[in-house]
């Protein structure tokens, strides 16, 4: 699996940088370490010695900045939730007009955002098989989750005001419903499962949601 997306570790710094951004460097490479062997390997090929190798450092390094594998994993996890988020569209100002059109954006963007960064999804999906086993990255995910719940909801209440959603479209259910729709086309995409027809999943969308078909 190639892994062009995540960042190279960079063990070489200046003599002269602060102690706390040298620290802050030496934990998002062993970060992006990790991240590499788990788009590889996954959580079963996952050994410490392997990233700190990877990161350019010895193991007592490594355990400097994450005393147990546990505190490495959660580092990973808070990483790659971050990269996802922050690569939604909407959070980079590219806003469609109305809220309907915004939902279908969020759909329609899942292609581009596999495409672009498949090594972000595929550890998601590894995280997420854990999760049942882990009740920190549980939280963390059950986190984000909340957050997309209560993101998709907020626009269905906007479109219930600018007339792009029907007032009897509940927000509460069907931004449920859109998350699993949206979760399980990032899986089927990442594992080859299927390869998913966007557009006529933004038109079910726009059904669901009881959007007319423009």
């Known amino acids: 699996m190639a892994t062009d997306n995540i960042p190279p570790p960079h063990s070489e710094m200046p003599d002269d940088t602060p102690a706390d951004t040298r620290g802050d460097r030496r934990r998002r ?48 996890v808070e990483h790659i939730l971050q990269s996802f988020i922050a690569s939604n569209p909407l959070h980079q100002k590219v806003v469609p007009h109305s809220a309907v059109d915004q939902i279908r ?6 292609e581009k955002r596999i495409r672009d960064n498949p090594e972000t ?25 909340a957050g997309w719940r209560a993101f998709l909801g907020r626009l269905i209440v906007a479109g219930h005001a600018d007339g792009s959603i029907p007032s009897h479209i509940d927000p509460v259910t069907t931004a449920s419903l859109l998350t699993a729709v ?22 079910a969308v726009g059904r669901i949601i009881g959007a007319s078909e423009d």
């Open 29 to 76: 490479e062993l970060i992006a370490a990790a991240c590499r062997l788990l788009a590889d390997k996954g959580f079963e090929g996952l050994r410490v010695r392997d990233v700190a190798e990877g990161a350019g450092v010895n193991i007592a390094t490594l355990h400097y900045y994450f005393p147990e594998k546990e505190a490495l994993i959660i580092g990973v």
């Open 182 to 203: 949206i979760r399980g086309v990032n899986i089927q995409t990442v594992y080859g499962l299927d390869t998913p027809d966007f557009p006529s999943i933004i038109r």
């Open 105 to 110: 954006a969020v759909v329609a963007n899942q």
């Open 121 to 145: 999804y595929i550890i998601l999906t590894e995280i997420t098989s854990r999760a049942h086993r882990n009740s920190a990255i549980q939280a963390k995910l059950a986190e984000m989750e």
